[in-house]
């Protein structure tokens, strides 16, 4: 309770900021002192936890230490274990050299009141400032509040996770209720890539092959020691081992390695545009992959060279609207499909639809069909009774058959000569089939022989394309002017 109360006292007597800790009178100050700390306009609260963890890393240290000395002590003893002593004591050291990665500048930042503020590309991707540390920061709360078990990251039960993930990120910084998405995407990615971590580091040997071991120290504070056994456990599995080894051999010799690092294609696309102060606001996917590809030499693999100047001459050479399909330039020169929940060149956080900017199709359902069905049935009662009230109107008060081709036969008087005409058919509905010429003149044949009593004589031009530049013999109570269209 020693350090506790210290810390009370750092409280106390330090609570009216700003001020400066006063100097340790010893050239070597002790680590339990106040002195081994340096605060400027801090609040008081801060202090206390500051030298609280001080306090708790010292311990630790010291605990490692005798670690340490006992495996020395081990070794001296018995030579034949020189090599087990002395990776035990590297491992030491690399605990004591570090340990788990807090933020203290948000820490700080949010006991001061203060949110960083956060920026997008105009492709919605996070750059600077404070892109990166954005990014780290959610690798930190998702190591905080979902555990490494977790294999399907849409689960329920991750609910809460997810949630207090996005209210520490709004804490912390001024962003958009929109950006949620995004951020808890980010989250997930940050998670697999911490499992693939602790699997390489600490499951594999150095020639990929899985091994046992014990849960690192270092995280012990965030995976229990039964969270641990389960995330071996799985990691046994035969399965597991197979896929693995397939991912592996597959990133082992990439055809094109990508050197860029933790930058990420946004930032590296944000870097370049402003080198070259450039008003644009993206580059081509083509042009983006080659530089993430360029080593810090400048020197570009040729391999790396010829797939660009492929893409150059086939973004030239189609068609705009053929382009911006879901297979971009870059993934045809390639010859890879292109998945939809990214885009080939462009990195985290882009699809090809928000990319491309398309409209979002689904299939209707079968309400909608339905309702569109019913809305065609009255459209086709309507055309019924408006091509009625027409036959009735041309007809007048002439007689009619109670047959269906006296109901349509209403032939109105063609003038002698050639006159444009409209052809219909009767069966099975009545329906216009085409347009034509109508030759109305006394003696008329067709093809040398005279035309059959209620026929006339029709050149047809469009729709009977059998007969399109041929004379033919029509019905004559089929044949109708070419001033209006009334289709049934």
């Not at 990319?355 to 309400?367: I, L, V």
């Not at 036959?391 to 007689?399: H, K, Q, V």
């Amino acid at each position: 309770m020693g350090f506790l109360s210290t810390a009370i006292t750092l409280y106390c007597d330090y609570s009216r900021p700003p001020f400066v800790l006063p100097p340790s009178p010893l050239s070597s100050p002790s680590p339990f002192s106040a002195a081994a700390f340096t605060f400027t306009e801090l609040s008081a609260s801060t202090i206390a936890v500051q030298f609280l963890l001080h306090r708790y890393r010292h311990l630790k240290g010291i605990s490692l230490l005798h670690r340490y000395r006992s495996l020395s002590s081990d070794k001296m003893a018995n030579q034949d274990d020189t090599h087990d002593a002395s990776g035990s004591r590297n491992n030491v050291e690399k605990e004591i050299k570090r340990g788990l990665t807090v933020m203290k500048s948000i820490i700080r930042a949010r006991d001061k009141g203060e949110k960083f503020e956060v920026h997008w590309s105009a492709e919605d991707q996070l750059i600077e400032p404070n892109g990166s540390m954005l990014a780290s920061y959610i690798g930190f709360l998702v190591r905080q509040h979902i555990p490494i078990t977790c294999d399907n990251w849409r689960s329920p039960e991750l609910k809460v996770g997810k949630e207090k993930i996005w209210s520490e990120i709004q804490r912390s910084f001024h962003i958009d209720e929109s950006r949620q998405k995004y951020c808890i995407q980010l989250a997930g990615k940050r998670l697999r890539g911490f499992r693939s971590f602790l699997s390489n580091k600490f499951l594999k040997d150095e020639e990929g092959k899985f091994v046992e071991a014990e849960r690192p120290m270092k995280y012990a504070e965030i995976i229990s020691a039964e969270e641990w056994d389960n995330f071996v456990a799985k990691r046994r599995n035969e399965k597991f081992h197979e896929v693995s080894d397939k991912n592996r051999k597959r990133a082992s010799k990439p055809a094109y390695r990508y050197k860029k690092g933790r930058t990420g294609y946004a930032r590296l696309q944000q870097r370049i545009l402003a080198e070259e102060k450039s008003d644009a606001t993206s580059l081509s996917e083509h042009v983006l992959w080659k530089a993430a590809r360029v080593g810090k030499d400048g020197a570009v693999v040729e391999a790396v060279q010829n797939v660009y100047d492929e893409c150059e001459t086939l973004s030239q050479t189609l068609p705009s609207t053929e382009v911006q399909d879901c297979r971009s330039v870059l993934s045809r020169v390639l010859n890879v499909p292109e998945y939809s929940g990214r885009v080939r060149g462009k990195g985290f956080g882009l699809t090809s639809s928000s990319f491309y900017k398309k409209p979002k199709t689904k299939n209707p359902t079968n309400k909608e069909v339905m309702e569109t069905l019913a809305e065609l049935r009255a459209q086709v009662l309507e055309l019924q009774k408006e091509n009625a009230r027409y036959r009735e109107e041309r007809c007048g008060s002439e007689a009619k058959d109670t047959s269906d081709r006296a109901s349509i036969n209403c032939q109105p008087k063609f003038p002698e000569g050639i006159t444009p005409c409209q052809l219909y058919l009767s069966s099975p509905t009545y329906r216009i089939v085409g347009k034509g010429k109508v030759h109305n003149t006394s003696g008329e044949l067709l093809h040398h022989n005279p035309l059959p009593v209620g026929y006339m004589k029709v050149s047809e031009t469009t729709l009977m394309r059998d007969a399109v530049g041929s004379f033919v013999g029509w019905p004559s109570d089929l044949i109708f002017p070419d001033a209006e269209v009334y289709m049934f």
